[in-house]
């Protein structure tokens, strides 16, 4: 993923940590690689550590230590029930807000500009009612996407634009990014 704005990684991170730790505990190091590889290495470990420390304190993950192999022990995270809970209730919260996003940003859903830079007239002509047309495809489009929960052409719904998905930006980079740590599904699946 390039140039990932660090104030979304950052506020995108506890998320992520906790779709990654719903399967399996993990260190440390093991979870910078896994959000690496899910395209999100600008974390690093001086942001990593104080995020882990943070989900500790309030519950969503516990931390132990266990035995390293032919070095120094290691902290182990794990997800606790508190934690399922919340990565449930925040993964709801990024698709909507995701979602949200979408359907501000989405190239398809805004109105072009007119030829003389003053935004919301159809190209075709409004005056004469041209304009109808364009518009109602556009209202179709929409329906579409509302009707489909806001899935994008991969059909996952969710993080979209804010993960700066690209064309319908209603669900793709994003929520691979924060599924890939979590074998690729949603929570409760």
């Not at 398809?108 to 075709?124: H, I, K, L, M, V």
Request: aromatic share 4%.
């Amino acid at each position: 993923m390039a140039d990932t704005n660090p104030a979304w990684v950052r506020a995108a991170l506890p998320l992520c940590l906790l779709g990654a730790l719903r399967h399996e505990e993990s260190y440390g190091y093991a979870l910078l690689q896994q959000l690496a590889a899910a395209g999100l290495e600008s974390v690093k470990p001086a942001t990593l550590y104080p995020a882990l420390t943070r989900l500790a304190e309030e519950g969503a993950v516990e931390v132990n230590w266990r035995a390293g192999e032919g070095g120094p022990g290691r902290k182990c995270y794990r997800i606790t029930p508190a934690g399922l809970d919340r990565l449930e209730a925040e993964w709801a919260a990024w698709r909507g807000f995701g979602a949200a996003v979408s359907r501000l940003v989405a190239a398809d859903t805004a109105p072009p500009p007119a030829s003389d830079g003053t935004a919301g007239s159809d190209r075709t002509g409004e005056a004469d009612g041209g304009g109808d047309t364009d518009r109602a495809a556009r209202s179709a489009r929409s329906d579409r996407s509302d009707r489909a929960g806001g899935a994008g052409e991969d059909g996952a719904a969710g993080a979209g634009a804010a993960a700066g998905d690209g064309a319908d930006g209603a669900g793709g980079a994003g929520d691979r990014a924060v599924a890939a740590g979590a074998s690729g599904t949603g929570p409760g699946t």
